[in-house]
Structures are given as structure tokens and as C-alpha cells.
């Protein structure tokens, strides 16, 4: 059942050094502030699963978090590339990255399995691409019904699933909506689950389409308001392009990416920082 921790004490009780790590969210709903708690607490030696790492992966490789990243797709979204992420696999710094790439379908047959408690998930998938030459954990199975050859790939479980919501309600339950992505999924799949939430409130009112998280499958619901910025948060505050554009020079340099990190997110008031002098919190009506 969850419990309502502050955000620090959650990270410090349920991730530890070489786990595996999948911090879901797609467009929305990105879950920065607990990336950033993460970095913060120094963590180690992980496996980071995403299927769109993007700005906060590329923060958490660049500060030497990750030993190894499992993904479908890496870029500033509208930018370019992850400097921090490219600068890993190609000069080993901070320290060297293993990567297994999949597909958007694949990283979802993955969760989908894994929270189904089945050995593997399978797709009509990497038919003519090469991916299968350089990811060995993709394999071929034959359909027992109709003969057909399939990609089969080995589900994905991992420890710790960190998401970002609007809402959870004071014992636990979590009101997700929008663009949802594959949260749902990487929570069910993983041992334990960290949520942090603009919003803890008596009663939850879910829209059409909104997805709930039951408190059974959360372990932490952390409140973090703008816990999600630079990406946005359906109904709380919109994007800051202005910052992804930012990002693409911050993080060029090794120097300037480590200045950047020392006084927005490894000071004691990095996140007041941060939020204060990029943030279009409020925005929104």
C-alpha cells in the first residue's frame, strides 16, 4: 500500500545502487524532480529504462547516475541530441554507458509482459531493420497456430518505477490524464513505484480517460508540485520550449553542463532555482 513520503525519503528508501530504474512519462507528466532527487542522493551503478529518454536522462547519465540504459528513442525533442548521452557512449564520460535499444512497441511488449508476470512479449516487430543484429536479447519465435515468425524480446521488470501525476488522494490512489504513455504499464511491471504528484486531495474525480493507479501498486506518493517542468502537466502549467532550446547549449560543454547541475540541482536551493528562473508555472489556467 502507499505510503505519503516526502520525495528525498522515498528515493532514499526505495532505490538503491544497481538497480533498475524506469522513469516514465511521455511528453507530460516527466518526472524531473525525482530525477533530480536521484542525482542529488548519488546514486550508482544503474540501469535507466525509458522509452523516450530525453532531457532528464541525459542530466542523470551526465552526473554519472547510469551504467547502462535500455530505450526506443534518445533526443531533445525538437532540438536535437543529449549532448550528456552522446559524450557517455562515445567517450566514456563521466564513465562508460552500455546501451540496448528497442522500439517504442518493444519497450511496450516489455512493460506489458513484465506486468503480466510472463517471460517475454512478442510483436510483429523489426521485420528488415538491423536491430536484432546488435541486441542480442531480441529473438525469433515461431507461432504454434499459424506458423508466422515473431519477435520475441524478455520482459521488462524493473525495481523501482518513477512516474509523475496530477493527483493522488490521501491514502495513495493516483489520477493520471492526458497523453499517458506507458506508466501504467512500468508501475505494474516493476517491484516498487514512486509517484509524485502536483496534487495530494481528499476525493479524486477522474475525467473521461483518465487512468487511476490503484494505491496497492504504489509504494511512495510524493507531493512535488511542477515535479514534471520543463515538460508540462496536462491542466497545471504548459511546456517551456524555451528551456529544451536552452538545454541544447547548457550541455554541450562538460563545463558548463557541471556549473549548470552545481547551482540548479546539487545546491540546497537548486529546485527554487531552477524553477525560478526558467519556470512558466502558472501559466496555464
Not at 32 to 43: D, L, N
Not at 199 to 217: G, K, M, Q
Request: glycine letters at 8%; hydrophobic letters at 45%.
Amino acid at each position: 500500500m502507499a505510503r505519503i513520503l516526502p520525495l528525498a525519503d522515498a528515493v532514499a528508501e526505495l532505490i538503491h545502487d544497481g538497480d533498475q530504474v524506469a522513469c516514465e512519462g511521455f511528453t507530460h507528466l516527466i518526472p524531473f524532480a525525482a530525477g533530480h532527487e536521484i542525482i542529488r542522493q548519488q546514486k550508482k551503478k544503474l540501469t535507466l529504462v525509458r522509452m523516450t529518454p530525453d532531457l532528464i536522462y541525459d542530466q542523470m547519465i551526465g552526473m554519472g547516475v547510469a551504467d547502462k540504459l535500455v530505450f526506443s528513442w534518445g533526443g531533445n525533442p525538437g532540438v536535437g541530441s543529449l549532448h550528456r548521452l552522446r559524450d557517455a557512449i562515445e567517450r566514456q564520460w563521466p564513465s562508460s554507458l552500455m546501451v540496448e535499444e528497442l522500439s517504442h512497441a518493444g519497450i511496450v511488449q516489455g512493460y506489458t509482459a513484465g506486468a503480466a508476470g510472463l517471460p517475454f512479449g512478442i510483436l510483429r516487430g523489426f521485420t528488415g531493420t538491423d536491430l536484432p543484429k546488435v541486441n542480442a536479447r531480441i529473438k525469433s519465435i515461431t507461432c504454434p497456430f499459424t506458423g508466422e515468425s515473431l519477435a520475441a524480446i524478455p520482459a521488462i521488470r524493473p525495481d523501482v518505477a518513477v512516474v509523475h501525476a496530477q493527483k493522488a488522494d490521501r491514502v495513495g490512489n493516483v489520477l493520471v490524464w492526458g497523453i499517458i504513455g506507458v506508466q501504467k504499464e512500468a508501475v505494474l511491471a516493476s517491484k516498487r513505484a514512486i509517484v509524485t504528484v502536483e496534487e495530494i486531495v481528499d476525493r479524486l474525480d477522474p475525467p473521461p480517460n483518465a487512468c487511476v493507479l490503484p494505491s496497492w501498486v504504489v509504494s511512495a506518493v510524493c507531493l512535488a508540485p511542477g515535479g514534471a517542468y520543463p515538460s508540462y502537466a496536462q491542466g497545471y502549467y504548459d511546456r517551456d520550449n524555451r528551456f529544451y532550446q536552452l538545454w541544447d547549449q547548457i550541455s554541450r560543454s562538460r563545463e558548463e553542463f557541471l556549473r549548470w547541475m552545481k547551482l540548479n540541482v546539487l545546491a540546497e536551493s537548486g529546485r527554487l532555482n531552477f524553477m525560478e528562473k526558467f519556470s512558466n508555472i502558472g501559466r496555464m489556467a
